[in-house]
């Protein structure tokens, strides 16, 4: 089992940014990557980005490249997500889940987080 916790959501004015953790615990060691989902109201959920546990290999969606960064501190086994350049559509509950090799599916997931966008 993996628990993820995030933390870091909160309400921002449009333009601005928010930084969003993402701590992992438990049998990390089976971990292949962690992502960034988000489901706004009326939404299906969808995926933000993601990154490997090991090595460089990360992804991105269209509507936040250039936008969002993700970063990973392995000896923390946290994942951040840099939201910068926010716009009232980045509105949303934030979830990140992990892929291991129990299932190669993202089947562990956090308990989400707000982030909502003043314009």
């Known amino acids: 089992q993996v628990q993820l916790v995030e933390s870091g959501g909160g309400l921002v004015q449009a333009g601005g940014s928010l930084r969003l953790s993402c701590a992992a615990s438990?049998?990390?060691?089976?971990?292949?990557?962690m992502g960034w989902f988000r489901q706004a109201p009326g939404k299906e959920r969808e995926i933000v980005a993601a990154?490997?546990?090991?090595?460089?290999?990360?992804y991105y969606g269209d509507s936040v490249k250039g936008r969002f960064i993700l970063s990973r501190d392995n000896a923390k086994n946290t994942v951040y997500l840099q939201m910068n350049s926010l716009k009232s559509e980045d509105t949303a509950v934030y979830y990140c889940?992990?892929?291991?090799?129990?299932?190669?599916?993202?089947?562990?997931w956090g308990q989400g987080t707000q982030v909502t966008v003043s314009s």
């Open positions: 889940a992990a892929k291991s090799t129990r299932n190669y599916e993202y089947d562990y």
């Open positions: 438990g049998r990390t060691f089976n971990m292949i990557s």
């Open positions: 990154i490997a546990w090991t090595g460089g290999s990360s």
